[in-house]
């Protein structure tokens, strides 16, 4: 099972305080808005979103579809796909893509630790 590439957000309360914590660190702005109270830092393949009022908590993030640098891969398992076959498993869904969808869709579902975990495929 591909989940592509994957990256933790994070919860903040000052994202420029973050910001600045993380670039001491190494990591650098790779996408993402302050202005609409994201960041997304990068160090090598190191990826962590700064979100700042959009979340309660942090969230371990996949994104299928893409690598580290955000960037379309042949032959990803698609998010639909995914979600049945964790279904299957007998996985229990906090918020579920469409599956009669194509395209960009997501799901969240929560780890045996209470662990949010978003998939989140953008193409």
Do not use: C
């Not at 600045?20 to 190191?46: C, P, Q, S, W």
Request: glycine share 10%; net charge negative; no cysteine.
């Amino acid at each position: 099972m591909q989940l592509g590439a994957f990256s933790i957000s994070l919860a903040v309360r000052d994202l420029a305080a973050s910001r600045a914590f993380y670039e001491k660190l190494g990591f650098a702005v790779f996408a993402g808005e302050a202005g609409h109270g994201y960041l997304i830092m990068k160090n090598r393949d190191t990826l962590i979103g700064l979100f700042q009022g959009m979340f309660d908590r942090n969230i371990l993030t996949f994104n299928p579809g893409w690598d580290q640098d955000a960037q379309e891969v042949d032959g990803f398992t698609d998010i639909r796909e995914l979600q049945a076959r964790l279904k299957a498993a007998g996985v229990t869904f906090d918020q579920e893509a469409d599956p009669e969808s194509a395209g960009p869709a997501s799901f969240v579902v929560v780890d045996p630790d209470g662990n949010p975990i978003l998939v989140d495929q953008h193409v």
